[in-house]
């Protein structure tokens, strides 16, 4: 029980994909110039997380140690193009939307990272789990990237909402303040200042409260300190 | 499992053609191959069937898609046929382009055909309605790369800029004062944002153009 907890927190809050293992960071920089996108991003990922997971899981037996590399790297490309397809078909409006990041997910080093760390050596269930809180932690961080520039930059949030969940979302669409914003938050620039702004705010955090995790608490040494800086 | 049930076969080779096999491939690290072959098998196998299954439906979104284009820059009214299916390649310069057509009657009433032009980042393609008095039916963007917030403009979904060339023609403004304000043309450009609406406003020049030069051609051709 405590395991699974474990997984689902660390995913969505405390070893966070963006904010803490600063992985994937090139499309959460890319694609974050509004909330829709981040979250539309965030989705896909999340669903190619999931199902790559417990594919690697379901075939860990199978994959040798010394071309688990190219395995999973296959087992990703493969699914991606399959979602990229079905989707094009049957989600066509969708497609229209995310259509640009579903090819971008195969380099998307959360996946792979998510395969070799974890997905290998669990079970099916456990890892997607795993996929399913790490997707989400990359969703929540992506949206709220997407939102804060959006804000910024724009004067709006969630605009274009309905283009990607449906007409029943289109409540989200707000705007925040009149007039344009300032435009650097959507610029590649703005990208980086908050994303710099987002990590040093976790990390704020976690300084604060002391590490809960037994190792941390006496790790509590002058080295571990120079080695954080 | 026969041979090695079989007496007359020697000692030295009874081992069987299997296991030999399999002991070569172990020295040779043919393991790891037979398990990267077989995923790669396995998920080429799984795409044919995926792209088997897909490629109708893909077609007919993107014939659909196609038509709301169309429909954007082409009137209702003004035909009675599919200008998405009912397209004529034309060869101009080496180059091959295809001309949608709509029809009433039979009787061609307006093309609709793509350009494309350098923005500030990638190409800017824009589709053009025209009809058959080289009058501008309506104009949009189909793909362009251009800078969020800045160049975007040019979707019809962010700004009405684009409807600004409806009903305008070679001679209206003529030829050479279509351009962007700061090139001495009367289209507004952006705020901070010069090159996207150079680069549109050019295109459209460059289409019109083209069906100037090419008029009898076209209509000829599409009558047909």
Redesign the interface.
């Known amino acids: 029980m405590s395991q699974t907890r474990d997984i689902a927190l660390d995913g969505l809050w405390r070893n966070n994909v963006v904010f803490s293992q600063m992985l994937s960071l090139c499309p959460a920089l890319a694609v974050t110039?509004?909330a829709t996108q981040g979250l539309g991003m965030g989705m896909a990922t999340l669903a190619v997380l999931v199902a790559s997971n417990a594919l690697v899981a379901l075939l860990r037996g199978?994959?040798?140690d010394?071309?688990r590399i190219?395995?999973f790297v296959?087992?990703i490309?493969?699914l991606v193009?399959?979602v990229d397809?079905?989707m094009?078909?049957?989600l066509?409006e969708l497609h229209?939307v995310l259509g640009l990041f579903i090819p971008l997910i195969v380099v998307n080093c959360l996946i792979l990272g998510r395969a070799e760390s974890f997905a290998c050596k669990n079970s099916v269930s456990l890892s997607a789990l795993d996929g399913l809180a790490m997707g989400l932690g990359f969703t929540f961080a992506l949206t709220l990237m997407g939102a804060l520039r959006e804000i910024g930059?724009?004067g709006t949030v969630f605009s274009g909402a309905s283009n990607l969940l449906g007409p029943a979302f289109a409540a989200l669409e707000m705007r925040v303040y009149p007039g344009?914003g300032a435009?650097v938050m959507?610029?590649p620039a703005g990208g980086f200042i908050v994303l710099g702004l987002m990590i040093a705010a976790k990390r704020a955090m976690d300084a604060r409260k002391p590490a809960t995790r037994p190792k941390s608490a006496s790790l509590d040494t002058p080295t571990s300190v120079a080695a954080a800086s | 499992m026969k041979t090695t049930d079989s007496p007359p076969a020697p000692a030295a080779t009874a081992i069987p053609l299997s296991a030999r096999v399999a002991a070569l491939l172990t020295q040779a690290?043919g393991?790891?191959a037979l398990?990267?072959g077989?995923?790669?098998l396995a998920?080429t196998l799984?795409?044919v069937v995926?792209?088997g299954?897909?490629k109708a439906?893909?077609a007919q979104?993107a014939l659909?898609?196609l038509r709301r284009s169309l429909e954007q820059v082409i009137p209702a009214d003004i035909h009675d046929n599919n200008p998405a299916t009912d397209t004529v390649k034309l060869q101009i310069n080496g180059n091959t382009l295809l001309v949608y057509r709509a029809s009433k009657a039979n009787q061609v009433t307006a093309v609709a055909f793509e350009v494309a032009r350098k923005g500030y980042s990638g190409d800017i393609k824009v589709l053009l309605g025209i009809d058959q008095n080289g009058k501008l039916l309506g104009v949009r963007v189909l793909k362009h790369t251009e800078?969020?917030?800045?160049g975007d403009k040019i979707e019809v979904t962010r700004s009405d800029w684009i409807t600004r060339f409806n009903g305008l023609s070679l001679g209206n403004p003529p030829e050479a004062q279509w351009a962007v304000k700061k090139d001495g043309g009367p289209f507004d450009q952006f705020a901070?944002a010069t090159i996207t609406p150079r680069a549109v406003v050019n295109s459209i020049r460059d289409g019109l153009q083209l069906f100037a030069a090419h008029r009898q051609t076209l209509l000829e051709e599409v009558s047909k």
Request: hydrophobic share 50%.
């Open positions: 110039s509004a199978l994959i040798t010394e071309v190219p395995a296959l087992i490309a493969t193009t399959i397809l079905a094009n078909a049957w066509h229209k930059g724009s344009e435009l959507i610029l | 690290g393991k790891h398990v990267l077989g995923f790669s998920a799984l795409l995926a792209f299954l897909t439906p893909i979104s659909e898609d800078t969020p917030g800045l901070g």
